[in-house]
């Protein structure tokens, strides 16, 4: 099994820079496409950004593009989420899961972490 470990969240202020760090233990993430959803307060988890293990392929919802940049260090097993120019909509629980199909939908992914906080004050 794979197990999932978001960390790098925090209280932060708008503006502000924070890179997220997906580490993956269990076995390597090869062939595995990895997204990260956000889970903001009162609202459903949504999809955020998405990265092949290969890292040729990315994708970002429109509300974070060109501010988010996921990436991933497969020598070390971990995806990271580069967020910059902070929002207080930002704010959310943002979980690491990992499937092999991929895709903007939950159900699509096999394994989560827990989360990590990420509050935006404005």
């Known amino acids: 099994q794979v197990q999932l470990e978001e960390s790098g969240g925090g209280l932060v202020q708008a503006g502000d820079s924070v890179r997220l760090s997906c580490a993956a233990s269990?076995?390597?993430?090869?062939?595995?496409?990895t997204t990260w959803f956000r889970q903001p307060p009162g609202k459903e988890r949504e999809f955020t950004a998405s990265?092949?293990?290969?890292?040729?392929?990315?994708y970002y919802r429109d509300s974070v593009r060109g501010r988010f940049t996921i990436s991933r260090d497969n020598a070390k097993n971990t995806v990271y989420l580069q967020m910059n120019s902070l929002k207080s909509e930002d704010t959310a629980v943002y979980y690491c899961?990992?499937?092999?199909?991929?895709?903007?939908?939950?159900?699509?992914?096999?394994?989560w972490g827990q989360g990590t906080q990420v509050t935006v004050s404005s």
């Open positions: 269990g076995r390597p993430l090869v062939g595995y496409i």
């Open positions: 990265i092949t293990w290969g890292g040729d392929s990315t």
């Open positions: 899961a990992v499937g092999r199909v991929g895709g903007r939908a939950e159900w699509e992914y096999d394994y």
